[in-house]
């Protein structure tokens, strides 16, 4: 998803049926993208803080966008691998400083 308006909040599920929010998106964010490459299950859950206007890539237009714009879609895959070690390395320094 893109977010083209709003703010979403990116929340996990604990057990016992707890939640933590771990990030709020906001205006020009892309979220949901794990999903579009692995086909998994979601590991977050999205919920809108106002109301949005989201714009989805779905697995169909992907594949359509691979096949009829392959150069624009290498730029797009460059651009989401970077957005990934972002949040991986982002994660990882949340990590070490819920070690100390």
């Known amino acids: 998803y893109l977010l ?3 703010s979403v909040a990116i929340t996990l599920d604990l057990p016992e049926g707890q939640m933590v929010m771990v990030r709020t998106m906001r205006e020009g964010s892309i979220f949901g993208e794990m999903a579009l490459y692995t086909g998994a299950v979601r ?3 999205a919920i809108t803080r106002e109301p949005c206007i989201l714009l989805k890539l779905d697995k169909v237009a992907f ?3 691979q096949a009829e714009h392959p150069a624009e ?4 895959h460059t651009y989401i691998i970077q957005l990934m070690a ?3 390395a982002r994660a990882n320094k949340e ?3 819920l070690t100390r």
């Open 4 to 6: 083209a308006r709003g």
């Open 43 to 45: 590991s977050a859950s």
């Open 63 to 65: 594949a359509r966008l």
């Open 73 to 76: 879609c290498g730029r797009f």
């Open 86 to 88: 972002d949040r991986i």
């Open 95 to 97: 990590i070490v400083a």
